[in-house]
């Protein structure tokens, strides 16, 4: 009982052209994706691998979907028109089941002044990781069970390049008549006297409050995040703090099925840690084994706890399960713990073959938005270059 379990190939194929010798300059960007059923059982589904029937379990044993933009270039400024894969703060297409989810609309990329990175989009369509469908609206991270769909997301925002080792990055999004979006962050690299070693740090920060017309109410979320890691030569010893001010959770625009990429320190493998009020910590550590002489080897392994969730004064469409009879009465605590351990090949006919495998535990009060589960994804990526 609760148990899924699936085996799916995904094929991605993408053309980027380049671009015609005249003052503005064309170019095209195409692809083709095309998800494969290897295995499937009805009452295992629901991996979001497959498309599937809810009412029946049954999955196709294909789907697929080809796209395209048309880009225009003049000096250092990119126009894009079509189907894309933007990948911001604000919003970051799902990457983390077999086929990645895209967008439709406009995008524009400045590049003119030295280090700063520009960006700016207006985007009226999606596509879900795990179908064909082409969606008129976007979700949020909470999906169906919020019932949140807006006609289209904005944003405006870039990066700046301070040094080799120092970054700044803040972006403005609106997803319309939903929320506005804030957000910014930082990276940081400080190399210390002996050799090998380094300091990094990382902040992460959002904000979102109702805009337009507030569909959903209000909505009033201030999410604070930071990392610390110390680096000893091919080992990183990392700790991390987040915390939600707030009596909403943190959402961010999602694609039916499944949220997106969002820059979130503390999120792992399965859960979020961005509940109301919710305080987390986070300890990680990561070893590549290279010096050892397994070139391409790497192993991640970290443990986030997060406690403090109080729901009783958050949005109601935030509320689910037991949350929306007891109006949120539960102080929530969990946590999680990953472990990854990743092969790429260096050299030889299978040069860029990519091998992870990643195992997660979380475990949870009772009535969490999120399950107990012991999870296992082995995933398998070769790129090839015509």
Same mark, same amino acid.
């Given at each position: 009982?609760?148990?899924?379990?699936?085996?799916?190939?995904?094929?991605?194929?993408?053309?980027?052209?380049?671009?015609?010798?005249?003052?503005?300059?064309?170019?095209?960007?195409?692809?083709?994706?095309?998800?494969?059923?290897?295995? $499937?059982?009805?009452?295992?589904?629901?991996?979001?691998?497959?498309?599937?029937?809810?009412?029946?379990?049954?999955?196709?044993?294909?789907?697929? =979907?080809?796209?395209?933009?048309?880009?225009? @270039?003049?000096?250092?400024?990119?126009?894009? &028109?079509? !189907?894309?894969?933007?990948?911001?703060?604000?919003?970051?297409?799902?990457?983390?089941?077999?086929?990645?989810?895209?967008?439709?609309?406009?995008?524009?990329?400045?590049?003119?002044?030295?280090?700063?990175?520009?960006?700016?989009?207006?985007?009226?369509?999606?596509?879900?990781?795990?179908?064909?469908?082409?969606?008129?609206?976007?979700?949020?991270?909470?999906?169906?069970?919020?019932?949140?769909?807006? +006609? $289209?997301? $904005?944003?405006?925002?870039?990066?700046?390049?301070?040094?080799?080792?120092? +970054?700044?990055?803040?972006?403005?999004?609106?997803?319309?008549?939903?929320?506005?979006?804030?957000?910014?962050?930082?990276?940081?690299?400080?190399?210390?006297? @002996?050799?090998?070693?380094?300091?990094?740090?990382?902040?992460?920060?959002? &904000?979102?409050?109702?805009? /337009?017309?507030?569909?959903? /109410?209000?909505?009033?979320?201030?999410?604070?995040?930071?990392?610390?890691?110390?680096?000893?030569?091919?080992?990183?010893? $990392?700790?991390?703090?987040?915390?939600?001010?707030?009596? !909403?959770?943190? !959402?961010?625009?999602?694609?039916?099925?499944?949220?997106?990429?969002?820059?979130?320190? +503390?999120?792992?493998?399965?859960?979020?840690?961005?509940?109301?009020? =919710?305080?987390?910590?986070?300890?990680?550590?990561?070893? !590549?084994?290279?010096?050892?002489?397994?070139?391409?080897?790497?192993?991640?392994?970290?443990?986030?706890?997060?406690?403090?969730?109080?729901?009783? @004064?958050?949005?109601?469409?935030?509320?689910?399960?037991? =949350?929306?009879?007891?109006?949120?009465?539960?102080?929530?605590?969990?946590?999680?713990?990953?472990?990854?351990?990743?092969?790429?090949?260096?050299?030889?006919?299978?040069?860029?073959?990519?091998? @992870?495998?990643?195992?997660?535990?979380?475990?949870?009060?009772?009535?969490?938005?999120?399950?107990?589960?012991?999870?296992?994804?082995?995933?398998? =990526?070769?790129?090839?270059?015509?």
């Amino acid at each position: 009982e609760g148990y899924r379990s699936e085996w799916a190939h995904g094929i991605v194929a993408q053309l980027q052209s380049g671009w015609t010798d005249t003052p503005i300059q064309f170019g095209v960007d195409a692809y083709g994706m095309v998800g494969l059923k290897l295995y $499937s059982d009805e009452l295992k589904t629901g991996t979001n691998l497959l498309e599937f029937d809810a009412k029946t379990g049954k999955t196709k044993d294909a789907y697929g =979907e080809i796209g395209g933009a048309l880009k225009l @270039k003049y000096n250092d400024t990119v126009m894009t &028109y079509g !189907d894309q894969f933007p990948n911001v703060p604000v919003i970051a297409v799902s990457t983390v089941r077999l086929l990645p989810s895209s967008v439709t609309g406009l995008s524009i990329q400045d590049k003119t002044f030295n280090n700063l990175t520009l960006n700016a989009a207006h985007f009226y369509r999606m596509n879900p990781v795990d179908s064909t469908d082409h969606l008129n609206y976007f979700t949020s991270d909470y999906g169906p069970g919020a019932g949140i769909q807006a +006609n $289209s997301i $904005s944003y405006v925002g870039g990066t700046y390049k301070h040094s080799d080792s120092v +970054n700044y990055t803040a972006y403005l999004s609106q997803l319309e008549d939903v929320w506005n979006q804030y957000y910014f962050g930082a990276n940081a690299t400080y190399k210390l006297a @002996k050799e090998g070693h380094a300091l990094r740090f990382a902040t992460s920060n959002y &904000y979102n409050h109702e805009s /337009g017309d507030k569909k959903y /109410g209000d909505i009033d979320a201030l999410l604070l995040s930071a990392l610390m890691g110390y680096q000893i030569k091919n080992h990183t010893f $990392s700790i991390g703090y987040q915390q939600v001010v707030g009596d !909403d959770p943190f !959402d961010w625009v999602g694609f039916s099925t499944i949220g997106g990429n969002p820059s979130v320190l +503390n999120l792992t493998q399965f859960a979020t840690f961005t509940e109301a009020n =919710e305080k987390s910590v986070q300890a990680k550590y990561d070893v !590549d084994f290279t010096p050892y002489g397994a070139t391409g080897l790497s192993l991640m392994a970290r443990y986030v706890y997060g406690w403090d969730v109080d729901k009783t @004064k958050s949005n109601p469409i935030y509320l689910i399960g037991a =949350e929306k009879t007891n109006g949120g009465n539960v102080d929530y605590s969990h946590w999680e713990r990953d472990i990854t351990l990743a092969y790429k090949v260096p050299t030889g006919f299978a040069k860029g073959l990519d091998v @992870k495998v990643r195992q997660a535990t979380h475990r949870a009060t009772k009535g969490y938005r999120y399950n107990d589960i012991d999870e296992v994804r082995v995933i398998f =990526e070769y790129p090839l270059s015509f």
